[in-house]
DNA sequence: TCTGGGGTCCTAGGACCC
DNA sequence: TCTGGGGTCCTAGGACCC
């Protein structure tokens, strides 16, 4: 039997915020974005929820709700750098830790008894050191798995601890909205809703074969979800084991929907871009490119081409999510958001032939170069020829880095 | 009141191969 | 001389999570 801990920190990006600003505590408070602004809450403060703010929610209806809240940017490095802080608090109380997102961590207790007592007392250090080390808050799940602790510890939100005992998890399931379980979401609810099934505890009474017919292979999942014996795929595995990222995406949604090649074109050559030099940063090379374009009236499509060799270059990803676009594009139509993004990552190059090789090989210097001067001086430094307006194409293979007047032979 | 950006996983059909 | 049957790869879409 194991002791699994879910730690959840507390408005997590608020609560951040504030230690940066502490006139923030106790008033309602937005991140995300501007009030008017296209976009979505990331984090509502506590005060600003009990105006029915939350996350997920259009800035611009938040503000409708709540017009005397302060709203701010986000700062993604703030939040990583406090990220690493709870990490290393974690691992004070053990070494089997998994950040599951930037706020919020599996942690396996089992035995550690002897270390830190009974599993409330461990909690309760847990809770102290937080606050004391990081200054914030988090809630704490205890239970034997992690679909139950994660469940627990958005019972014991804020700041509070709940301990699932061993042989309670159907009963303390059982009274709880389906919409708890990690995996149900708005639709899943909805269809559940339909079927007369409204709390877990309904779920669970359900027979096996009839949830297997409505929803496949899912309602299997769920139906072992519903008695907490957590046997859904994502949650499988030792905590800590290490999973290999499978992709890397960039997406930017316009201000104002726009129909201008130009800026179209430019936009999505900075995404890929953005793609290829994170590639590098981690030393891995894509196969399969990516587009994601979604119309003025919101309707998204996504188009995909796999390369025979898998690359990290700009020149390449650039020329096939043109390609991509250019024969998806309704041309004319508004568009509302562009993505690019990679997958199929491998650690090294397939097979290449010498000749492309060495080129290549040349190519990812220069850009390699190009990504510490940017590190250092900042993006605006670097400018690459087809991230500029209206100059998007034939300049990118003439000028692939973009550093003025010196373009790497190739 | 219009709906971000970064991800993961699942389904399903067609191509292709044995 | 109607339409077997896996297995795997590729693509598109969608649900869901933070």
Request: positive net charge; glycine residues 10%; contains cysteine.
């Amino acid at each position: 039997m194991r002791t699994i801990f879910h730690v959840d920190m507390d408005a997590f990006f608020v609560s951040v915020e504030e230690l940066f600003q502490p006139g923030l505590k106790g008033k309602a408070v937005v991140v995300g974005g501007q009030k008017d602004q296209r976009g979505v809450v990331s984090a509502a403060s506590y005060e600003a929820r009990k105006f029915g703010v939350h996350s997920a929610m259009p800035l611009r209806t938040a503000s409708a709700l709540c017009p005397h809240a302060i709203f701010l940017d986000g700062h993604p490095d703030r939040y990583r750098d406090y990220s690493h802080k709870v990490h290393h608090v974690l691992t004070q109380f053990s070494p089997l830790v998994e950040m599951a997102s930037v706020d919020e961590a599996y942690m396996d207790l089992t035995g550690g008894e002897r270390l830190h007592g009974p599993a409330m007392r461990a909690a309760h250090a847990l809770h102290e050191t937080m606050k004391r080390t990081t200054g914030l808050n988090c809630s704490i799940g205890i239970a034997t798995s992690r679909m139950v602790a994660k469940v627990a510890s958005d019972q014991a939100k804020p700041n509070g601890v709940l301990w699932v005992q061993a042989g309670s998890e159907a009963r303390f399931l059982a009274p709880l909205e389906v919409r708890k379980i990690p995996g149900v979401g708005k639709v899943t609810e909805k269809r559940l809703r339909e079927i007369g099934i409204r709390k877990v505890g309904d779920l669970a009474g359900l027979d096996e074969d009839f949830l297997a017919r409505r929803f496949g292979q899912w309602g299997l999942a769920l139906a072992g979800k519903a008695r907490g014996t957590d046997a859904g795929a994502w949650f499988a595995g030792q905590v800590g084991d290490h999973q290999d990222q499978k992709s890397i995406s960039h997406e930017h949604t316009f201000d104002v929907d726009t129909s201008d090649p130009a800026l179209l074109e430019s936009t999505l050559a900075r995404l890929a871009e953005k793609v290829a030099r994170r590639l590098r940063e981690q030393g891995f090379f894509g196969r399969t490119i990516h587009l994601k374009l979604r119309y003025k009236d919101f309707s998204t499509y996504t188009r995909a081409h796999t390369l025979a060799e898998p690359t990290q270059l700009d020149q390449e990803l650039i020329a096939e999510i043109r390609q991509l676009f250019r024969n998806t594009w309704k041309r004319g139509s508004a568009i509302r958001l562009l993505g690019a993004s990679v997958s199929g990552m491998q650690e090294a190059e397939g097979q290449l032939n010498l000749l492309d090789g060495e080129r290549k090989a040349k190519a990812r210097k220069a850009l390699t170069a190009a990504d510490k001067i940017r590190d250092r001086f900042g993006e605006k430094m670097v400018k690459l020829a087809s991230g500029m307006q209206g100059d998007f194409g034939e300049r990118v293979h003439e000028n692939p880095v973009g550093l003025p007047g010196k373009a790497p032979k190739q």
